[in-house]
C-alpha cells in the first residue's frame, strides 16, 4: 500500500499496483503464495465500461472480487470517487459497488421469488419507507430490466437463462449503484440472447450512468460494449488500450493471438486472415516463468523475455502494452 498515492478525482475508480495472493498448502508445514493477480493498475471513469479479458485463470475475476472487497487484497490502492476503499469504508461504499455473476443457475436461490430476490439489497440496506414503497421499488426495478410485474412472484428456477440474468442485474441495481462488476455476465447465455442482454447493459448505463467493470474471456463481447479494455495474462496486465485502437493495433502478441481466436462473422474475411492458434494452457501460477509471463507460448520469445519482466509502458495515446519486441 502507498500512502501517499492520491487518485485522479475525475475517476471514480482507481486501482494502483493491486495484487492478491492466496496461500497455497505445498507440504506440512509450508505455504506458497499463488499470485492470482500481481501488480495491476486501471482506472474507470463514472458511467464509462472498462473491458476486462483473457484466458481462464488469467485471474479476472480476482481482480473483481478484490477491487470491491469481496477478498481482502494483499496489496495495492483502489479507490472509490476519490475515497480509499479499505475494512473501514468499505461498509458504507457497498451499496455503490455492486457485482453482478456468470451463473444466473448458481447465484439466485430457486426457491425464492423474484420479489424477494430484489427485494433482499433493499431489505439489508433499509431503502423503503412501507411495504408499498418497497413494492413500488422492487416493480420499478423490474420494468427497467425488461421484466413483466406479473412475474414478481413466480420462482427464479422458473425463469430462462437470460431472464434469470435480468432478474440477477435488477438485484444488483436496487442499491442505486455507481459501479457495477459484470463478471462474464453474458458468457453462459446463447449468442442471441447475450447481444440483448450486452444492450440492456447500454441502455441501463445511458440511463443511470452506471460504470461497469466488464470481464468476458471473448474480446468480441468486450469490445462490443467498452471504451477501454485491458488485457490480462498470468495475473498482469499485458496491454491496455482504446477499444477501437486495441481491435484495429493489437500490440502485444498475447493480445494479436486472442483476436484471431475471434470467429469472424464474415466469412471471407475470415478465410483471407490468418490465425494464430494459441498453443498450450495458461502456466499455473504457481510456476510463473521468469520474465515474461507469455513467454512459454510466444513465438517471438528471446534470451532477454527469458531473464526481465517487460513494464508495461506508452506507446501513444494511452495505448499500453508490456513486451520486448513491440
Ligand atoms: N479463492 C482462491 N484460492 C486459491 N486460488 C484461487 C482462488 N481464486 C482463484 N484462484 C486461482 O487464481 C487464479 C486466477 O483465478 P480467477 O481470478 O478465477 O481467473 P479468471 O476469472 O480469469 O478465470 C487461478 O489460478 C485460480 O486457480
Ligand atoms: S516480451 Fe517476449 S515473450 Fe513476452 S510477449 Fe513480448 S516477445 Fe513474447
Ligand atoms: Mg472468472
Redesign the pocket.
Known amino acids: 500500500m502507498d500512502n501517499n498515492y492520491k487518485p485522479n478525482p475525475e475517476n471514480l475508480v482507481e486501482v494502483n499496483d493491486l495484487k492478491m495472493y492466496f496461500p497455497i498448502k505445498t507440504g506440512l508445514l509450508s505455504t506458497t503464495p499463488l499470485k492470482a493477480v500481481d501488480g495491476v493498475s486501471f482506472a474507470i471513469k463514472p458511467g464509462e465500461t472498462l473491458g476486462l479479458v483473457g484466458e481462464s485463470g488469467c485471474g479476472k475475476t480476482t481482480v473483481g472480487r478484490a477491487l470491491i472487497r469481496l477478498y481482502k487484497p494483499t496489496d495495492g490502492d483502489v479507490f472509490f470517487d476519490g475515497k480509499r476503499v479499505d475494512d473501514r469504508s468499505i461498509g458504507a461504499l457497498r451499496k455503490d459497488m455492486q457485482m453482478v455473476f456468470q451463473d444466473p443457475y448458481s447465484s439466485l436461490n430457486p426457491r425464492m421469488t423474484v420479489e424477494d430476490i430484489i427485494g433482499e439489497p433493499l431489505d439489508v440496506h433499509k431503502l423503503y419507507s412501507s411495504r408499498a414503497d418497497r413494492r413500488e421499488k422492487i416493480l420499478h426495478l423490474m420494468e427497467l430490466v425488461g421484466l413483466n410485474a406479473e412475474h414478481a412472484t413466480r420462482y427464479a428456477h422458473e425463469f430462462s437463462g437470460g431472464q434469470r440474468q435480468r432478474i440477477g442485474i435488477a438485484r444488483a441495481l436496487a442499491t442505486n449503484p455507481r459501479f457495477i462488476v459484470c463478471d462474464e455476465a453474458v458468457s453462459a447465455l446463447d449468442v442471441s440472447i447475450q447481444a440483448q442482454v450486452i444492450n440492456m447493459f447500454e441502455d441501463l448505463q445511458q440511463k443511470l450512468g452506471v460504470a461497469y467493470l466488464f470481464i468476458a474471456h471473448d474480446l468480441l463481447v468486450v469490445h462490443h460494449i467498452s471504451k477501454r479494455i485491458a488485457v490480462m495474462y498470468l495475473g498482469k496486465m499485458?496491454e491496455t488500450a482504446d477499444a477501437d485502437e486495441l481491435n484495429e493495433n493489437p500490440m502485444?502478441?498475447?493480445t494479436t493471438s486472442l483476436l484471431s481466436a475471434v470467429p469472424y462473422p464474415d466469412p471471407i474475411v475470415a478465410k483471407s486472415s490468418k490465425r494464430i492458434i494459441l498453443e498450450g494452457d495458461v502456466p499455473s501460477p504457481l510456476r510463473m516463468p521468469s520474465?515474461?509471463?507469455?513467454?512459454t507460448r510466444?513465438k517471438?520469445?528471446?534470451e532477454?523475455?527469458a531473464a526481465e519482466m517487460?513494464k508495461l509502458t506508452d506507446r501513444g495515446n494511452g495505448h499500453m502494452v508490456?513486451?520486448?519486441?513491440?
Open positions: 499485458v502485444h502478441p498475447y520474465g515474461c509471463p507469455f513467454r510466444c517471438y520469445a528471446t532477454q523475455c517487460p508490456a513486451c520486448w519486441n513491440k
